[in-house]
Structures are given as C-alpha cells and as structure tokens.
C-alpha cells in the first residue's frame, strides 16, 4: 500500500471516529437516559466523569488516526 493512500485512510477513518464520537456523545448517551421509564433529568456536561468517559476518551482515540496520518 502506498503512502499516500495509507494516509488518505488514515485521515478519513480519524475524521469520521470523531464526527461519531460527537453523535455519540450529544445524541445517543442522552436518548438511553431518556428511554428510562422512571424518567430522567441527568445533565450531561462535558466536564464531569461522564463527560470524561463518553466523550474526552473516544475524542483522543479518534484524534490518534488524524495525528498519524498527518505526520506521515
């Protein structure tokens, strides 16, 4: 595989991890919240413990394709 094909895939594979990261975060953790029966009335701030595992890890997991493929 050529270099420049790797860092093509590279980059498209890290830009769509983080536009799904972001749907994941501020579409899908809180419509399971709201699927509660008993209902719910969580927030969800992007500082917070939550924050850090919904958001911040999968963030810099899908920042790791984008910074590989620009170095190459």
Request: net charge positive; with cysteine; aromatic share 12%.
């Amino acid at each position: 595989m050529t270099e420049v094909k790797l860092k093509t895939i590279l980059l498209i594979a890290g830009a769509l991890l983080l536009c799904l990261t972001f749907v994941w975060f501020f579409f899908f953790v809180p419509l399971g919240c709201g699927m509660n029966p008993t209902g719910c009335k969580e927030q969800f701030p992007v500082f917070s413990a939550i924050g850090l595992l919904h958001l911040w890890l999968p963030l810099a997991v899908a920042s790791l394709p984008i910074i590989v493929g620009l170095r190459r």
